[in-house]
T-cell receptor, first 112, second 114 residues
Framework: AQSVSQHNHHVILSEAASLELGCNYS??????LFWYVQYPGQHLQLLLK??????LVKGIKGFEAEFIKSKFSFNLRKPSVQWSDTAEYFC??????????FGQGTTLQVKP | GAVVSQHPSWVICKSGTSVKIECRSL??????MFWYRQFPKQSLMLMAT?????????EQGVEKDKFLINHASLTLSTLTVTSAHPEDSSFYIC??????????FGPGTRLTVT
């Protein structure tokens, strides 16, 4: 079955630590890739997206992600997390129809 | 720009009654809107694709007679949960697609069925 898989379900980091959240998908062909963030009590916000071109994508708030086609991966990274990054992070894939298939989500808890 | 609103933000209803949730794109037109369901501590599950002026397309396993979707205009889609039961309690989120790739999400509606 086609799916999006996030490897880390719950991550706890101290402030200033580096972050990497894994995301793999099982679709062949052309895909559009997204990372969304959901802060406590707030709606989903787009962190970054990849459609084509440079596989290293920079997003808001210092986040970046790298698309590795051969590995079907789109991992999210941030060199130094802050307490305010505490949130739920979702990887999502679209095949051009607009329909998004979401991963299970990763809860990030940053300790001050 | 690209703001999507939902109304109500929270609703409590009795089992057997119907509830309507509105999703509006405030500053853009969207021929396509999506409805998702999110259980606590879980991911978003796509329920249906709402297209302006045509019937909604439901994902496998979603009861179309239970979750009625109407996309009456380019800025409004509604989801009606008919004959709601406690197992329908969930967080319902809509999104709107102004172009071809990026969609914008509403804040969600928490439905509690007692």
């Amino acid at each position: 079955a086609q799916s999006v898989s996030q490897h880390n379900h719950h991550v706890i980091l101290s402030e200033a630590a580096s972050l990497e959240l894994g995301c793999n998908y099982s679709y062949g062909g052309t895909v559009n890739l997204f990372w969304y963030v959901q802060y406590p009590g707030q709606h989903l916000q787009l962190l970054l997206k990849y459609f084509s071109g440079d596989p290293l994508v920079k997003g808001i708030k210092g986040f970046e992600a790298e698309f590795i086609k051969s590995k079907f991966s789109f991992n999210l990274r941030k060199p130094s997390v802050q307490w305010s990054d505490t949130a739920e992070y979702f990887c999502a894939v679209s095949r051009g129809t607009g329909k998004l298939i979401f991963g299970q989500g990763t809860t990030l808890q940053v300790k001050p | 720009g690209a703001v999507v609103s939902q109304h109500p933000s929270w609703v409590i209803c009795k089992s057997g009654t119907s509830v309507k949730i509105e999703c509006r794109s405030l500053d853009f037109q969207a021929t396509t809107m999506f409805w998702y369901r999110q259980f606590p501590k879980q991911s978003l599950m796509l329920m249906a694709t709402s297209n302006e002026g045509s019937k909604a397309t439901y994902e496998q396993g979603v009861e179309k007679d239970k979750f009625l979707i109407n996309h009456a205009s380019l800025t409004l889609s509604t989801l009606t949960v008919t004959s709601a039961h406690p197992e329908d309690s969930s967080f319902y989120i809509c999104s709107a697609l102004p172009g071809h790739y990026e969609q914008y999400f509403g804040p969600g509606t928490r439905l509690t069925v007692t």
